[in-house]
């Protein structure tokens, strides 16, 4: 694993704390050309909350790194829909049976 992607996983991870609620599922991430990849899945509806929250978390995540863009994806995909994202890394995933 090289350096950007352990940076990102972790910066992900901290930028997370405190933030996740009932409504977020998973988030995924990849580097690809000096772009960074953010995909937020939501359960229902995407609240205020989370119109407001999720960009600054993007821009916490951006902030680790000088020369690199962000790319954020903010998703509705309801329970009990699968998710498939083989290109990125799983980085936060809500328990679901």
Known sequence: MNEDLLT???AV?????????????????KISNKIIYL?????????????????EIGTEIISHFSNHSIHENFM???????LNFPDFICVYKRYEK
């Open 39 to 55: 995909t937020m899945i939501f359960d229902g509806e995407i609240s205020e909350y989370w119109s407001e929250i999720a960009p």
């Open 76 to 82: 509705r995909k309801d329970y009990p829909e699968k």
């Open 8 to 10: 990102l996983r972790l």
């Open 13 to 29: 991870q901290n930028a997370l704390l405190g933030y996740t609620t009932h409504e977020l599922r998973a988030v995924y991430v």
